[in-house]
């Protein structure tokens, strides 16, 4: 199966960046959608950014568009976000995924069918 691991979280003070990672092993050559969600207590787990290898294009929620970039390597199957201007509503588990069926751009998270564990990041006002 496949796997996903992130890394990068942390804490960071309002304003502040981070930068998350995502290492995906395994079978991974029908991975053509990789991408971030996240989840804050007691919410729905949240759309954040794709990137698709097939259409070399990327995807935002508008919560954070110009203020995240997500990037990656299609050969390496990795993908990175890099999160400027953080904010308190940004809090939450981030979880890297990725999507080996259909064709199309996706927002759901039951499109996607490889999940990391998730690493946390906390923003303090």
């Known amino acids: 199966q496949v796997q996903l691991v992130e890394s990068g979280g942390g804490l960071v003070q309002a304003g502040g960046s981070l930068r998350l990672s995502c290492a995906a092993s395994?079978?991974?050559?029908?991975?053509?959608?990789m991408g971030w969600f996240r989840q804050a207590p007691g919410k729905e787990r949240e759309f954040v950014a794709a990137i698709n290898w097939r259409s070399i294009s990327t995807d935002y929620a508008d919560s954070v568009k110009g203020r995240f970039t997500i990037s990656g390597d299609n050969a390496k199957k990795t993908v990175y976000l890099q999160m400027n201007s953080l904010k308190p509503e940004d809090t939450a588990v981030y979880y890297c995924t990725g999507r080996t069926y259909g064709s199309g751009a996706s927002r759901q998270a039951a499109d996607f069918a490889f999940w990391g564990q998730g690493t946390q990041v906390t923003v303090s006002s």
């Open positions: 395994g079978p991974t050559f029908s991975i053509y959608l």
